[in-house]
């Protein structure tokens, strides 16, 4: 199945006709229906509707305690990722991100990176996270999560 939906206009074919009959004791009769497309959306009932690029954990709150890792999930078919930049709370944590290693292969043939540690970059209550990416192609991706810390 493709990722766009094709163009209806230019492709020809965008009218349907059904057709049938009744019979009666008075006499057969004829019907036809013509239903005309004038556009398509491709949708997938299982998911929704993906972002180019995912930061695991999303949205959530945290103990102060609690110990994880933050994972970039780019969506299948991007060109290569070359760079990154993240800021917490507006501060420049960019050079935090060299911790990041490109993650295990995956059936979904996504490119992942794992950034090791993360959560001990975070402070006590709100943390906005803002991350920019640039691929091989130019193209930047933006993403942002939010994490709130329990703690003192």
Known sequence: MTSTPPV???AGYNEFY???SRSTATGTSYFTIV???NDVALLNACSEAQDPVMISPGDGTFDLLQCFDAAIIMAPGLPELVEMHATLNGMDISPALSAC???APNSQNRQTYVCTGFSSL???GDN???FDFR???GRVLKQSVN???LGF
């Open 8 to 10: 209806i206009n230019s």
């Open 18 to 20: 059904m057709g049938g």
């Open 35 to 37: 239903a005309t497309l």
């Open 101 to 103: 290693m490109p993650g």
């Open 122 to 124: 975070l402070v006590p």
């Open 128 to 130: 906005s996270l803002d």
């Open 135 to 137: 691929l091989l192609n």
């Open 147 to 149: 994490w709130q810390l």
